[in-house]
């Protein structure tokens, strides 16, 4: 979900807040549902990994694509950085344009192509192309690049809102679909898609979408096992520290709530208190658990991670993907730098960040940061 949907969420909140003296607030829903989610049948299982078997090569291309500014941090990264570790495809990651992708809400990476470049090297396309969410959601350049991709017999992934952006392709009319919880309404505007609840990840004739930023773990997973196997899938997942991750999912555990809308004015009031919090880059650096950390923190509304080196040099990650600082500097204030969990499986990884907002600004914004990811925790 884009940092600044969420910050013009907030100020939308604050205005409304001040016009109306928060009688608004009255008619949102208190605390989410809890509670277990659905298990997905045996059959509901075998085929959606029947509908993502490799389409073209015994050992596929999976293409990563987003625009060079605002395309979601851990939609982008987290796809590569389980994809690279499983190591049952080549796995590239995109931008429309030369240069580096500026990722939101954290980090700039070295993409390893442009779009052109790609099509250049391989005229026969991908096998899958993943789409993270990204602002705009209608680029046309890249619209036509996936409408490429799926003509010449890719499998298209859309993760989180890029649902959205696969939407505006047309490739899921008359298809099942889902999206982040945010972003539901958007997607229900497309009368030609049907909405799919309670599923993370909804695969229908070629096309597949996820829910929330998190739901790519899930989603890279279940496409190993599809190319792999097993047993691959299992030897991954315990890497990343996740014991489970089928399409099961609560839909109405996560939605626009009371606490949720409370804290992002509460915290976006606090404008005097935000933080700039440090992460040394260091070589082999695993770019999932990065990726969830920096995105954590920079969706507390009062705080933004920032990567630090000794020098500009790309540090190159775990999986060999290009991680460039945001700054020049040999050390940090030790009060605005962030622990080392990116030593930490990517999984556990999430939850230790979660606990360290929680102690750093309160249980409410660690919730809040959930919610954003779409995290079942």
Not at 339 to 354: G, I, M, N, S, Y
């Amino acid at each position: 979900m884009s940092w600044r949907i969420l910050a013009l969420s907030a100020l939308g909140c604050m205005a409304l807040l001040v016009a109306i003296g928060g009688t608004w607030l009255l008619l949102l829903p208190g605390s989410p549902a809890r509670g277990s989610a659905p298990a997905i049948s045996r059959d509901e299982a075998e085929a959606t990994l029947a509908a993502l078997k490799p389409p073209k090569r015994k050992r596929p291309l999976i293409a990563i694509v987003g625009i060079n500014d605002m395309s979601e941090t851990t939609d982008y990264l987290m796809p590569y950085g389980i994809l690279a570790r499983a190591d049952v495809a080549d796995v590239l990651t995109l931008a429309t344009q030369p240069g580096p992708v500026t990722l939101y809400p954290a980090l700039k990476v070295q993409p390893h192509a442009t779009i052109a470049e790609f099509d250049a090297a391989h005229p026969d396309g991908a096998d899958y192309v993943i789409v993270p969410a990204m602002t705009p959601e209608n680029d046309a350049t890249v619209l036509q690049w996936i409408r490429s991709q799926a003509g010449k017999g890719a499998i298209v992934i859309g993760v989180c809102v890029g649902a959205k952006v696969v939407a505006n392709t047309g490739l899921l009319d008359g298809k099942r679909a889902t999206t982040h919880w945010y972003s539901v309404g958007d997607l229900r505007k497309h009368s030609e898609i049907r909405y799919v609840a309670d599923r993370r990840l909804v695969v229908d004739r070629g096309a597949a979408t996820t829910t929330g930023i998190t739901a790519s773990m899930p989603m890279a997973l279940t496409l190993v096992e599809a190319i792999a196997g097993r047993a691959k899938a299992e030897a991954v997942a315990r890497d990343i520290g996740l014991a489970a991750w089928d399409a099961r999912h609560r839909s109405d555990a996560f939605g626009f709530t009371r606490p949720f809308a409370l804290t992002a004015i509460a915290n976006s009031l606090a404008f005097w208190n935000r933080e700039q919090l440090g992460i040394a880059l260091t070589p082999d650096v695993d770019e999932v658990s990065l990726a969830l950390i920096a995105d954590a923190w920079s969706r507390t509304y009062r705080s933004r991670a920032l990567t630090l080196a000794a020098t500009a040099q790309a540090q190159t990650s775990r999986g060999g993907l290009g991680i460039l600082p945001d700054r020049i500097a040999d050390d940090w204030p030790a009060k605005q730098t962030l622990p080392a969990a990116v030593a930490l499986p990517p999984a556990q990884a999430l939850d230790e960040t979660l606990r360290a907002i929680g102690a750093r600004y309160g249980s409410r914004t660690a919730d809040f940061v959930a919610m954003q990811l779409e995290y079942p925790r």
